[in-house]
């Protein structure tokens, strides 16, 4: 017990390896559900290593949320680059508007000169509706940009949190709770065992899309995010880096 609590965070990132079946996580010191600095943190981390990856990419997929936020207001770029392209992966405008995919992308282009593609599609949609909708030229378009995803950066999200965050029908809450979903990313909820429970209707990048990404990052930190971080990691590849901090690796490596 306390040698865990006296691990510094290069023990934090070979247990969090470990633990959740993955090459290589990041951790900052702190807790992000106490203090935005270490959110922060998380974002700079992430855009340092994001900028390292940009030279061997074209297309990069991000996803929306406050973790991907501070991560774009930290990209730089030493020289422009017009032959990056940024997609918004998912086209939902469930979030307020600065953490959503589409602003998010837009402004990584902004800071690497690179292009952006974004999607503006209502978060909820009939099943009709999604079915022509789906038959678009545009979101055909989308859709092979997905498939030619170079790297993916996206967040986790607690499942329950998320389905009030984005204002969920009381039918797909119920969906979500029967389901048992932990985690949500990318518009895909998960249970503890990674499996999926339910997916929001609406264009996006698929699950299989992310999963033959040759990159992919995942950032997300603080306590209340340790369940839903472990959930979302038992479907995630081997090979994607997780960028967290010290709030989240104790809760999942020393569970209470
Ligand atoms: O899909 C996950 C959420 O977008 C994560 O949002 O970083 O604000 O917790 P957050």
């Given at each position: 017990e306390?040698?865990?609590?006296?691990a510094?965070?290069?023990?934090?990132?070979?247990?969090?390896?470990?633990k959740?079946?993955i090459?290589q996580?990041v951790v900052?010191?702190g807790?992000?559900?106490r203090l935005?600095?270490?959110?922060?943190?998380?974002?700079?981390?992430?855009?340092?290593?994001?900028e390292?990856?940009?030279?061997?990419c074209r297309?990069?997929?991000?996803?929306?949320?406050?973790t991907?936020?501070?991560?774009?207001?930290?990209?730089?770029a030493?020289k422009k680059?017009?032959?990056?392209q940024?997609?918004?992966?998912?086209?939902?405008l469930?979030?307020?508007m600065?953490?959503?995919?589409?602003?998010?992308a837009?402004?990584?282009?902004?800071?690497?000169?690179?292009?952006?593609?974004?999607?503006?599609l209502?978060e909820?949609?009939?099943?009709e509706?999604?079915?022509?909708?789906?038959?678009?030229?545009?979101?055909?378009?989308m859709?092979?940009l997905?498939d030619?995803?170079?790297l993916?950066i996206?967040?986790?999200g607690?499942?329950?949190?998320?389905?009030?965050r984005?204002?969920?029908?009381?039918?797909e809450v119920?969906?979500?709770?029967?389901?048992?979903a932990?985690?949500?990313?990318?518009?895909y909820?998960?249970?503890?065992?990674?499996?999926?429970?339910?997916?929001?209707?609406?264009?996006?990048?698929?699950?299989e899309?992310?999963?033959?990404a040759?990159g992919?990052?995942?950032v997300?930190?603080?306590?209340?995010?340790?369940r839903?971080?472990?959930s979302?990691?038992?479907?995630?590849?081997?090979?994607?880096?997780?960028?967290?901090?010290?709030g989240?690796a104790?809760?999942?490596?020393n569970?209470?």
């Amino acid at each position: 017990e306390l040698v865990k609590e006296l691990a510094g965070t290069a023990e934090l990132e070979a247990g969090l390896q470990a633990k959740l079946g993955i090459r290589q996580a990041v951790v900052l010191p702190g807790d992000s559900d106490r203090l935005t600095s270490v959110k922060n943190a998380i974002g700079r981390q992430a855009a340092r290593i994001a900028e390292e990856k940009f030279e061997s990419c074209r297309t990069i997929a991000v996803t929306g949320g406050s973790t991907m936020a501070a991560v774009a207001a930290e990209i730089r770029a030493a020289k422009k680059n017009p032959a990056m392209q940024f997609i918004a992966a998912r086209g939902g405008l469930g979030e307020e508007m600065l953490h959503q995919a589409n602003t998010i992308a837009s402004s990584f282009a902004d800071k690497t000169g690179g292009t952006v593609r974004t999607l503006y599609l209502p978060e909820h949609m009939s099943a009709e509706a999604l079915e022509m909708m789906m038959k678009e030229p545009i979101i055909k378009e989308m859709m092979e940009l997905y498939d030619q995803t170079d790297l993916v950066i996206h967040g986790i999200g607690d499942a329950e949190e998320m389905a009030i965050r984005r204002r969920s029908s009381v039918t797909e809450v119920e969906k979500i709770k029967t389901g048992g979903a932990v985690s949500e990313a990318f518009g895909y909820y998960f249970d503890k065992l990674g499996k999926i429970v339910y997916r929001i209707p609406t264009a996006g990048i698929q699950l299989e899309q992310v999963q033959k990404a040759p990159g992919i990052m995942a950032v997300a930190g603080g306590r209340t995010k340790a369940r839903a971080i472990e959930s979302y990691f038992q479907a995630a590849p081997e090979r994607t880096i997780l960028i967290t901090d010290e709030g989240a690796a104790r809760a999942i490596l020393n569970p209470t």
